[in-house]
């Protein structure tokens, strides 16, 4: 049998073969697709990488949010294995196949949109955030789109619409039409001092008065909202504020749709962070943690809303691909018998008492924030909002991987260190990963 990678062959000396990879990669792929760090990795388990020489890293990045069952558990490369022996693929719009109908009924079952809920599959999360918007557009009859700074939706050209932080969008343009912006109900950043109630009332009203001098509401598809901002910086929206977009939706005829793309799947200790809010929204976008490492993303919605696309206007060649599907199903059953959502708030509880901890001792930390799982800490001088620490924060990642933590960061002015660790990480590890992140914080502020 031909070698797997005849190109690739492991030379020798191990660091040798990951720098060549590393040249390899330079020479071949387009300079544009992200190179966050140099870490090679030859395999994975659990909460664990590999690289080529052994040398184990701690993943507290999960592929950006994608392994939160753990890398290559063994009941979903089993699934996999099982199904690319029976069928690889043939296209939902021109066969049906179990796998496809499966998921959806899976999904119904943990995501209900209210009485009656439908689903389509497709293969990321800026498919799904765009189909979300065409099926708003095609059952309200009206084009405008509200989303909200901070936010990111994908970078297809109307997903780069939706995104608020430019440097995804450089040189880009021009973008789609009919798209308006508001501020995210960030406490932290545009609280002003206010109470959490007196915040929401400023927001909502902000909003309100943006359906007279900005869009009428008769325009409005929808309105497009993270309820925790993901790459924006971990941002929990305050429920009062979703339950008010839900009022305001209500009362317009707009659909709301939730980008639940990062918060999805357990990583904020329930299937949905609707859920831990207790706001239903019209539709929803999911992808990342579904598929334990394939391609496949959904749209989960009302049912008489979804019903509203026409026939042959949503969909792909690939979306459900039966692979992935099962992969997914695969994947959806490991979570729940280790009941990740509960896990996720017990990992969540002792990460942020960590990082509070880290906050009681240096001024160098803003806001510790998240929800369930998802959590993040901001570093800004002095704690000031307005005097982001990016440069240290990238020096911190940077140290981290070079100790063997994989960390990730976030937010506008990339100073967030965010935490999207595998929910299957041991104690262990956690604090192993914990401490070396903090030792290295405070190591640059005395």
């Known amino acids: 049998m031909a070698e797997l990678y005849p190109a ?25 697709v992200p190179i966050g760090s140099d870490i090679v990795v030859a ?50 719009h021109i ?7 499966a998921l959806c009924e899976r999904l119904v079952e943990l995501l209900p949109h209210g009485a009656a809920t439908k689903v389509m599959l497709v293969n990321s999360g800026a498919e799904a955030v765009e189909n979300a918007v065409k099926i708003a557009r095609q059952f309200t009859g009206r084009q405008g789109v509200l989303c909200f700074t901070g936010g990111f939706h994908g970078r297809t050209l109307l997903g780069m619409s939706l995104t608020s932080k ?53 325009s409005l598809a929808a309105i497009l909202i993270e309820p925790v901002l993901g790459e924006g910086g971990f941002v929990p929206a305050p429920a009062a504020y979703l339950e008010g977009l839900r009022a305001i939706c209500d009362e317009h005829g707009i659909g709301l ?23 239903v929204p019209d539709l929803s976008a999911w992808a990342k943690a579904l598929g334990g490492g394939m391609p496949i993303a959904s749209v989960v919605g009302k049912a008489h809303v979804m019903d509203g696309a026409v026939p042959g206007t949503i969909g792909g060649t690939y979306g459900g691909n039966p692979v992935a599907c099962a992969s997914a199903i695969a994947n959806l059953r490991v979570m729940e018998e280790l009941d990740l959502c509960a896990r996720a708030d017990v990992l969540g509880a002792h990460i942020r008492e960590r990082f509070e901890a880290l906050r ?31 440069d240290l924060t990238r020096e911190v990642i940077a140290a981290c991987r070079a100790r063997g933590v994989l960390i990730i960061g976030c937010g506008v002015h990339g100073n967030v260190i965010r935490v999207l660790c595998p929910l299957v990480i041991t ?12 030792e290295e914080i405070e190591g640059r502020c005395v």
């Open 8 to 32: 690739a062959l492991p030379a020798a000396d191990p660091h040798h073969a990951a720098a060549t990879l590393l040249e390899r990669r330079a020479a071949v792929v387009a300079r544009g």
């Open 43 to 92: 395999s994975a388990h659990g909460a664990i990488l590999v690289e080529p020489d052994g040398r184990e890293v701690i993943d507290m990045a999960a592929g950006i949010g994608v392994m939160t069952a753990g890398h290559c558990h063994p009941d979903v490369v089993a699934a996999v294995r099982e199904q690319v022996g029976l069928l690889q693929h043939t296209c939902i």
């Open 95 to 101: 066969a049906t196949y179990e796998p496809y109908v």
């Open 166 to 218: 430019v440097v995804y969008k450089a040189g880009s343009g021009p973008f789609a039409p009919e798209i308006y912006r508001l501020p995210y109900p960030d406490r932290f950043h545009n609280g002003d001092g206010l109470s959490e109630r007196a915040f929401v009332a400023r927001e909502l009203a902000r909003l309100r008065a943006s359906l007279s001098d900005m869009v009428a509401p008769t």
């Open 257 to 279: 749709i939730f980008d639940e793309v990062q918060t999805g799947f357990c990583r904020t200790g329930a299937w949905g962070a609707y859920q831990r809010f207790g706001v």
């Open 360 to 390: 009681s001792r240096t001024s160098i930390v803003g806001d510790v924030r998240g929800l369930g799982a998802m959590l993040a800490i901001e570093l800004c001088h002095d704690g000031d909002p307005e005097r982001p620490a990016g």
């Open 427 to 438: 104690d262990a590890q956690l604090d192993a990963a914990l401490n070396v992140i903090t």
